[in-house]
């Protein structure tokens, strides 16, 4: 080895002493000249060079760079407004739908308190004081709050039939092992699998009614609720919910979060939800991990769990009036769920299975899905690039699958409604959900346009009102069909908000006609089985400015059918109709009873008209549970992204 290469000083003698005593041949190599020294420009050159090579790469793999950049070009070359890909665009509908919702609300009540109206109602309905995850700590044993084996399999058998139909989030095949090994030594249950099995008790009991619970049971339904919902918390910090990596986990906290929507007041419980998107983030579920080697089982589970969490998020944030969700702020490049059945889906499967041609399993989920997030969105979910809303809602210019609204209704009826069965109870349930928010998209594209019904033709304006009516209707239809029982959990989440407000406005404005008489019975029946069948008995007991501005609307709504009966009589035509129309319809009856309750009760109490009191509770009392039927969603339409949504003349009828 030269001397060069061994780092041994060299005497500079031929042959050197090194060599001589190494016995081999003295070779002196000449050094290589010094490296010219890289000037400022060539640095530049190269870093520019190597950023082009990552951003090639970047757009491989399906990333706008033009996009993300926060400095783009794009977003700074015009100001931002609504429905112009900007970043005010993503977020401001949502705000400005709140604040005029709002206004609605003031509009309609005698409320003067200066707090926004929404939240004085929420302060009402709610008064839960549960500080999880703060005030719960430590690794505290759970397994004695574990029901015994026969009732671990009622509530799993619950769960599979009216729970994982519609969230679909858990492989039944796989979880239905683990459980019932698990329930044979519930001391021995690992932590994760521990707090999914709580979960799916909670929830599984949340979607049963009271009589129910109390014959296969032999408990009062709170009761049982109660003791889940405690050990559903304590399982969840002993799994460190929050800093867990098992998807197991994040499964156990969403089935928590939908089981406590009907007590946890939406301000907190968005806020709950926002845990469920960072943990979502953190494990990567925004990102489709098909394309970097996780297996075909585990990257279905992950799709089903991330859109099931948006969709929840989207419905808080349209409650609460955030800016922030997931839709606005996240880009996501994770693609829709395959339609594919469980025992399609095996964990050492190497490749995914074939999507279905018609029904599946996951048909009412990918319903869901599709119809929260919107056309564009989902076209881009389909085939794997960024998905997130940039204005492209119905109000801001949206272009439609197809040719409009009536393309999409086509899409979404070829894609889904066209293969359900109405025998089939979950496909009936499909069915009519799926109609409904068709029906809802209707009103919300006119009343994005800010203007009265009165500048429609009457064509236009009758269909309207039909869509309005129709939509209240497929809501009456969930709670009147005996095989839907086990669906009416996920319905109270969702009450046809939009479609009453905008039958009150019409009816004053036209008291009479067919349709206006099909708009009563429609309201009325939908009160009857919402308000007068609650499920949640317990939570009628409360008040909201919410109920009490709608119901303003309903009773100025029929003095003008009555005015305008006193005024023009009854024609020769509809004599017959008119005369029995003069009887208000059972809701109006309903409230005019609830009002004169009302000031009987008071006293000198100075109070809302539109209120009853309880002065053996100090509680306000809603002189209807039509709006909110103690679900903790009483309030706004289920899953559509409004945006430029002018709701004053709905109420002020102008």
Known sequence: MLCQQRKVRCDQQKPCDTCVRAKVECTVVPLLPPKPRRTRQSLDRAVMDRLHRCETLLAQHGVDVERELPGSSKESSSPASPGEGTPRAKWFPYYKEYQTTDELLRYSSDDESDQPTIHHGFDAMFDDSDGFPLVLAGSDKIA???????????????????????????????????IVAASANPTAIPKPLEALMLAIYLISVHAMADQEVQEMFHEPKPRLLARYHRATQQALVNAAFMRSQELMVLQAYLLYLFSSSSSVDPRSLFCLV???????TRLGLHRDCARFGVSPFETELRRRLWWQIVIFDARLAEMTGSPITALTTLPTDCCLPLNVNDPDLHPSAKEAPAPAGGASEMLFSLSRVELTVGPTATARARSGTSVEHEGEREGGGEKEKGTGLDGYATYIDLAYLQHCDPTIPIQQFTLLMARGTLC???????????????????PDRDALLLAAIQMVEYDTAVYTTSTLRGFRWYADLHVPMLGSIFIASELRLRPRGELCE???????????????????????????????????????AWEAYEQAVLQGGSSSSSSSSSSSQRQPPPLIVQIRAAREESHSETGSFSLDPTMAFDPMTAQLTPSSPFLFDGSGQGFGPAILDYSQLDWTYLMGGS
């Open 144 to 178: 004695s709050l574990h029901p015994p084996g026969l009732e671990i399999l009622q509530l799993w058998q619950v769960y599979l039939q009216r729970v994982d139909p519609l969230l679909k989030i858990t492989h039944q095949p796989t979880l239905q092992a683990q």
């Open 440 to 458: 809802k998209r209707r009103i919300f594209r006119f009343m994005c346009r800010g203007v009265p019904s009165s500048t429609l033709s009457l």
């Open 518 to 556: 099909r708009a009563w019975k429609a309201l009325s029946e939908n009160q009857q089985q919402r308000g007068g069948g609650s499920r949640e008995p317990q939570n009628k007991k409360r008040t909201s400015p919410m109920h009490a501005a709608f119901e303003h609307a309903l009773l100025r």
């Open 274 to 280: 926002g845990i469920a998107l960072r943990i979502a």
